[in-house]
């Protein structure tokens, strides 16, 4: 399609940027000891070299109280300015602008880091961090607000383009503007004037630090989502306050709060697209400077749409960039289908962050990891059969065949997608399939060769007398050792490949703390059936907390009447009165109980079939390799990363 409105210029202030898309700010950890690595510089010369008109860096940190997680950039050390040069002259080198987000996370933060007090207007515990912040008086907001010029000044050293201050979900001035956790009655709380005056004071410190020759932006939340916190109402009036003071050049936009409504702010695929643009439609109709909209825009028909529709000037596209560094070359091309489409399933981007590591992709296997340089091929246009048509056995084959390889890839299943399918055929799940679709569309464009519905064994292997031989053959169900062949104890796996239709009462036993428990248990309860999802974690589905599905499911769960019982570990199933009686153990008390149901469902554990490994891992005519469930039932991640893996040691 013609793109009239995404590849347009646009100026911001004193810098044009060559179309509309922007890479927003988002955490990485790639910072090592407080300072910019050159995974920093690589991460952020690949998107320019992918065509994006702006890129704003991950946060930089103002003030030595603010250390909310371990791998910050530290701002406010001089020693970061030759991490910046890196940085800004590798994204230069493609004639991209770019900022760095300037921030202090207040409130929202631990002292465990830095040792120090946490800072906050007001002494009001975020819920997350579950820590009470020293409010900060006068002398300490004057230094608050040297710091943000000092770090600016840093960034102009730094050859930065110009910077953006984080007003939105985690910040200390967020925690200012809003009237949740500002409760002060000096000059700096009560009335909206009040309270934004630190932001027009930092507004003030920071353009003198960087002069009329660098853009300044802010990022505001249009709403906080909390009870008592900034509303669009409130938002709308701070944005005609910050274009008021003639020093900012734009505005980005955000929603929810960090630490309490996280999963608003990077929305999984349960969220609609584009579920936040109201905010910056309000504001770009309040204001004349350009305004940044956001909100799981995934691709460049959606971003297209935003601008033309008068929702917003900029669209910022990061998991769109993370998981596909040439989205914008590839639009600009014509080529949008050969985009590699974000899952928004937050398992490798969000999910890490999480858990502390650093930032990846799920579909992605090169994410985190731009600054590694791969060997070539040993030898090019080998001869490589791939068996399995799930992540692991296309990624390979993709791979294998990008780097010069011939091909072929067999399923036994008359589709590709393996696991993937199925976990993608239940509803709210769909967008998941879009890791195969991508997968298998990036084999077709390097000419794979797939034949489905082709069982390989070993003769048809030695057969065909490969060069090399990656088997990605998966796993099955493994039916507990409780079940005791029980027919009406099956699999999440029966249940959403047709083999098995439970009715009535039916117990999903969650031993797996993802997708599958409650994906199977929301089928089921929309087909009627009356469902208790059962595990022996804390929580049901405990990891999608860290996916951010957890609070989603959480309703919809309530809505549909689905029961959750924690801390209880299946020890027995046995037959009563037509159903099933389950014997269950509590076990931080030991005590046990029973279940009568229908049905039960089991999210457990797979076993690799691993059979064919078995029978050809001593061969000596060609290689063998392995990749993904076949080698230790895992995630689709480590199937993707696996895959990528076994391709390049070819």
């Known amino acids: 399609m013609s793109y009239r409105y995404l590849f347009s210029p646009l100026r911001i202030g004193p810098i044009v940027v060559r179309n509309r898309v922007v890479f927003s700010a988002h955490l990485t950890n790639y910072a090592e000891d407080g300072l910019p690595s050159a995974q920093h510089a690589a991460y952020y010369a690949e998107r320019a070299a992918g065509g994006v008109g702006l890129i704003i860096t991950e946060e930089h940190s103002t ?42 996370n207040g409130g929202q933060a631990s002292s465990m880091y830095s040792r120090l007090p946490v800072w906050a207007p007001s002494p009001v515990p975020d819920p997350m961090f579950r820590e ?49 956790t500002n409760r002060r009655t000096d000059g700096y709380g009560g009335s909206l004037a009040n309270r934004a005056r630190i932001l027009l004071e930092i507004v003030a410190a920071v353009r003198e630090a960087i002069g009329p020759g660098r ?99 900029l669209v910022g596209v990061v998991r769109g960039q993370i998981a596909d560094a040439d989205f914008v070359a590839k639009a600009r091309a014509g080529k949008a289908s050969d985009i590699r489409t974000c899952l928004s399933c937050n ?23 731009e600054v590694i340089t791969i060997a070539p091929p040993r030898v090019r246009g080998r001869r490589v059969l791939v068996v399995g048509g799930g992540p692991a056995g296309l990624q390979a084959a993709a791979t294998a065949a990008r ?36 997968l298998r569309a990036e084999c077709d464009r390097n000419g794979v060769e797939i034949r489905t519905g082709s069982v390989a064994t070993v003769d048809s292997l030695r057969a065909q007398r490969p060069d090399a031989v990656v088997l990605a053959t998966g796993a099955r169900p493994e039916p ?47 087909r009627g059936a009356r469902v208790e999802i059962v595990t022996a974690g804390m929580v049901v589905g405990q990891d999608l907390g860290v996916t951010l599905d957890l609070e989603n499911f959480t309703r919809r769960a309530h809505s549909k009447g689905i029961r959750q019982a924690t801390d209880l570990v299946v020890m027995a199933a046995a037959d009563a009165d037509g159903g099933l009686a389950l014997t269950l153990l509590h ?21 690799p079939e691993d059979e064919l490994w078995r029978a050809l891992r001593g061969e000596r005519a060609f290689e063998v390799h392995r990749a993904g469930d076949c080698v230790a039932p895992r995630r689709a991640h480590a199937a993707v990363v696996e895959g990528h893996r076994a391709a390049v040691a070819l």
């Open 63 to 104: 003030h030595p109280t603010d250390w909310p997680y371990e791998k910050l950039i530290h701002g406010f050390h001089r020693a970061v300015i030759p991490g910046y040069r890196r940085i800004t002259a590798a994204v230069h080198r493609h004639g991209t602008p770019i900022l760095a987000q300037l921030n202090h």
């Open 132 to 180: 009470v912040p020293h409010a900060v008086d006068a002398r300490e907001i004057a230094e608050i607000i040297a710091g943000y010029g000092t770090v600016a000044g840093h960034c102009a050293e730094g050859g930065f383009d110009g910077v953006e201050l984080q007003c939105s979900h985690s910040s200390i001035v967020r925690g200012f503007l809003s009237p949740a």
């Open 215 to 313: 853009a300044l932006g802010v990022r505001l939340c249009g709403d906080e989502l909390i009870e008592g916190g900034t509303t669009i109402d409130e938002a709308v009036e701070v944005a005609r306050l910050v274009e008021a003071s003639g020093q900012v050049d734009y505005i980005n936009t955000s929603i929810g709060v960090a630490t309490a409504t996280l999963y608003m702010i990077e929305a999984s695929m349960a969220v609609p697209p584009g579920y936040a643009l109201f905010i910056s439609n309000a504001i770009r109709r309040a204001v004349s400077i350009p305004v940044v909209g956001v909100g799981r825009i995934k691709d460049p028909v959606q971003a297209e749409r935003a601008l033309a529709e008068g929702h917003c000037d």
């Open 347 to 369: 398992q490798e981007c969000v999910g890490r962050m999480g858990l502390n590591r650093w930032l990846g992709c799920i579909e992605n296997p090169r994410t985190g990891r």
């Open 403 to 438: 780097r010069g390889h011939r091909v072929t890839l067999f399923e036994r299943a008359p589709r590709t997608g393996g696991q993937v399918a199925t976990a993608a055929s239940v509803p709210g799940r769909a967008e998941f399939l879009d890791v195969v679709r991508n």
């Open 480 to 526: 507990p050792h409780w079940a005791g062949g029980h027919p009406r104890v099956v699999d999440v796996r029966d249940v959403l490949e047709g083999r098995a239709d439970p009715a009535g009462d039916v117990v999903v036993v969650d031993d797996l703390g993802f997708h599958q428990a409650t994906s199977v248990a929301e089928l089921l309860a929309d």
């Open 587 to 607: 076990h931080p008390t030991g005590e046990s109980a029973e279940r009568r149901c229908d049905w039960v469902v089991c999210a457990t554990h797979q076993r």
